[in-house]
């Protein structure tokens, strides 16, 4: 880290705060500018906070940090090498990761019913889908919106991934449910508004399956890859990020400004797999397919997609659902991307 | 509501449209324009959700809200009278309201130690305070950042309650933790990055402290006003809202960017009692004064402010915190503007 | 237009503002819904202001607009059909146009001297550019920054013009400027800092040149389109809408936040042609491929990259430049993309 | 400025980096850490962009400033005393300063025709206003909006001048009007979508009439205070800043966020004089009084606000504009809290 004193800080100051460091377990090299002083602090600062460590002294007008915050989340921890989650599902093995074939997740926003949500995995199934996703507890703006049905939705997407072999992706809300949803889902999701809800990131983070960690909507990338932190710090090394948009000056014609730069960027800073959601990213399906097409071209290792049989009769976010005819035919369209980036689609899409 | 039709729409499917409402309840009237046709909609339209209505229809264009999505949380609710929030301390009860003196609550941003705490408590209320501040679980964005020390703390909280007579407003950031922290707390803190963590909005719904509901840092007015309305049909009508700075482009010299618009705005919108927090608003004790007057100026409620006795030594947020002498001096300066204002402060201050 | 009144609206007030309206041209239609009367505006709305209207009575709560602000930049205005934007050059005319090959624009951020600015454009001409882009002027954040080479720097492209046969684009920042830029550029570039320099762009608009309009760094759709519509209304009905990344809350790792979803945004709004800038709208060479392969595979018309012989040497924007060599490469990657999207690049790539 | 190395950069890139450095006039000091290298760098370093700086090497991580980018405008540019800018008026000098009495700014958002101009000067000349502001030359979103009477307005200002005795205050928007607008004109103004049109920002500079600086919409404060640097490189001294509101994410009840934090932020940077508009700040105005007091309280030397005879009938901007009675009856409500924050109105007002 790197200590800038204000113009005409007193040596004395300069002394004590360095001594001070010392004891922190820090060696201060110091560098007599033309106007200021500047102390470089080298050791173990990884655990230090940059605004914890100004409060040492008036006199410091701001602590830069040179390393990055993260650690198990960064790319050196594992050596520049891309870490993989491999989610066993009843159709088999799926490996979200850099080195593999695309990851599609395509469901519902919410689980309404049994038959749609069987029906819905059976069709985003025979298009290519390896994972279902779909709300039993849902976040609403709204205290008198359709808040999902909880509990008993969870009976029914056992019985969807039954039916069609699917993986379940379902987003978990309180901690007190994570050990119940933990039985049915083979992915948790904890979802953008929870992204600093660190309670639940702890509780996560303790138990087994892999997790799924939305972007908040107006996070930093530094603010997600550290609460995927908190998941990796507490024991559960499988954690799959998710960008769904961010929050802009502008929302007349999308819901988020959907950022497909965390591709690239993230690949330089982390080794976690890398999933994006154009559905809630631009939050309408006509706009869905160019930004599947997008994130596909700069690389990303998954793609979630909402789809519903009956948008027009959905319960939660209707116009941002594909029909299983439109996820079907994207699918098809994004093929020769996939190929020409190399990352052709799994082997499941094939088969369908 | 108003549905805006797309160019072109068939005027079958106008009348479809049309006949869905009416099974819904709701009442539309055509309005042939030049170009387009737009519904209006009369009746009950508060529980519907404007998403959820446009898709009934790809030829709705878009469907505008004319109601406020609030209800209970409104102004109208009560018929333009703004609601007052009672709380019992030690040394008297205490009134958050628009017609009620200026709330002064402070104290450290965790609790460190019973000495810290039970000193801070007596400096902060000796300067005019009425309730102390301080945390015992602590929303951290790093895991390996100092999280308050829990329960424990929460037993610190009550003896220098005892100690000092001030009531005590601290954080709960997990479901799990309501009750204990209810039994010590007066007003129980949801925190910006819980704001929309609606399992734990419903909790604190169903129990019987008034709650301090601060602003998700990138929360419309609208959603802070639907996470109110959370609590408030959960049964807790005893909701005072929090301004502490929201994230912009420019956080260069500020944390955060202090939106003391909201003081006007909130008036006209909500009957619920406004309080300001200008530490976590700004981020450095050295701008917190001018933004304290300022909101005072404008019309707060309460204010919220971070004190400390050695802010060099604060486990968390020492920057932003002022030392007991500043903040005295502080509410001295405030005095002639809460008067101007014709908001003397509380009859505590004027003991002190 | 919709026009929604207060709570409690005098019915004399409501009639008042009906003639009022009436005396504008427009026909009102009254909704008396449950708690509201709303005033739905029929006629010829497009040249009102909606904040104008408000001003006709206090008891108007807001007006929305239904129709576009924009005329001749919606894509009504020519019945659904695409414009084409074509531009004669010394190696022949190129089309920037949703049904034509993708167009490709590279070179430095600024003319530095006559070897670099040749060499730049026979590279990128070899590679596969169609235009060479270069700035003359420059407009900098500060002062003491290089300003660019200005009037001789015009020669400068003029004599790269010669030698590779490439299109022409560069900025012009001053009414006073216009002419002599417009006297070699092939298209003349309005910067993402003058988007709203309203007086720039009607004197742009007063001339023949085709306009190259980058977004604001904070502009929404609607103003962006409005700007195209100041250069349209002023009688060029050439104009290319540029992409170059948004202002947001994170610029810790791009300078900017790329929004590709304008992309599928425009082409429903707007009939006019869009090019994407992945070197500003990232800041980082690193991060340049993998949005210029993302822009492609959403449907750009064009892009533009910055290209510079010696990155590291390069008086401005060096960071963001690629190597010819680097563009080369990409150029070739992109191809199965273009491909794949029904969209074959410029036949010059392919002689190349 | 600090250089920041990449982990395992080779030692001997390091050393030609060094040597680079030298060559450049600067003095780099090595600090080895645990896992990089950083560089201080020792010098006048002001003149360099970090952007620049980086490209040196493909090694170099971030170049991080420590100094301030702006000189002219710094504090530290005064040895921390704060500038002053007095301005002739018929009714006397009027100094903006931080040690001076506020002064006020009051008029129509655009000069409609001679009565109402110069009705509105003498109404806020009694009300205790220093300078009448107008426009003339009118920045609209729509080209089809009403874009002011533009020359023929100088004159109207030249009579409602003459009338009231009140100084000017005008925007000019082409470098093409300077001289017109700056014969008329007491201060000239440059708007907010113009902060960073550098041509214009040079030819004000190049006069001598002071300048009104707005911020831009999405401008950061570093590029606020490099756009008055501009200015002030050119050679004019007397710049004022004048905040306006910002754009954020919440656009539903204010047109800008106004960023009162600016007050003791600006301070602590500069030496320059500072004006806050409520009314562009807000939008609305009902929420103008609550915002000038706040900024009042906070300290500004100035305020900005739209008055106009009749805002209902305004050709632009009316729902912000007070009229004479309010902007009176404001006025009267500021007086104790001027004198509370030591700063008492100018003594025009007393007259008044």
Excluded at 154 to 178: H, K, W
Excluded at 193 to 202: A, D, I, T
Excluded at 233 to 240: D, E, L, P, W
Excluded at 293 to 308: C, P
Aim: with cysteine; charged share 20%; net charge negative.
């Amino acid at each position: 880290m790197i200590v800038v004193m204000k113009l005409g800080s007193p040596e004395a100051e300069i002394t004590r705060i360095s001594e001070d460091f010392k004891h922190r377990g820090l060696t201060p090299e110091k560098i007599v500018g033309q106007h200021r002083v500047v102390l470089g602090l080298v050791g173990d600062t990884a655990s230090f906070d940059p605004l914890q460590l100004q409060e040492i002294s008036p006199w410091i007008e701001q602590v830069l940090r040179v390393e990055q915050p993260f650690k198990r989340a960064s790319r050196e921890f594992r050596h520049g090498e891309p870490s993989e989650v491999t989610v066993p599902t009843p159709n088999g093995a799926v490996t979200f990761g850099e080195q593999h074939p695309l990851v599609l997740v395509a469901g519902p926003c919410s689980v309404e019913n049994e038959e749609m949500i069987v029906e819905t995995a059976q069709r985003v199934k025979a298009a290519g889908a390896q994972f279902l996703r779909g709300g039993a507890y849902k976040p609403r703006t709204s205290p008198y919106a359709f808040q999902g049905h909880g509990e008993s939705a969870l009976g029914l997407l056992a019985a969807a991934r039954e039916a069609s072999g699917l993986g379940i992706i379902t987003e978990v809300m309180d901690t007190a449910d994570v050990e119940k949803v933990a039985e049915v889902a083979d992915v948790l999701q904890v979802g953008a508004r929870n992204m600093q809800n660190f309670s639940l990131l702890k509780k996560v983070g303790a138990q087994e399956k892999p997790i799924l960690l939305k972007r908040g909507m107006s996070a930093t990338i530094d603010e997600w890859l550290m609460a995927a932190e908190y998941i990796l710090a507490a024991g559960n090394s499988r954690v799959i990020l998710c960008e769904r948009g961010i929050r802009t000056f502008d929302r007349r014609y999308t819901r988020n400004t959907l950022d497909l730069s965390v591709l690239p960027v993230l690949r330089s800073l982390t080794h976690l797999p890398i999933m994006i959601d154009p559905s809630h990213g631009t939050g309408w399906a006509e706009y869905v397919p160019a930004m599947a097409k997008a994130a596909l071209a700069a690389g990303t290792d998954s793609l979630m997609m909402e789809v519903h049989p009956h948008p027009a009769k959905a319960l939660s976010d209707g116009p941002q659902a594909l029909t299983p005819e439109l996820f079907e035919h994207l699918v098809k369209e994004m093929a020769p991307i996939a190929e020409s980036t190399g990352r052709r689609q799994q082997q499941t899409m094939a088969i369908a």
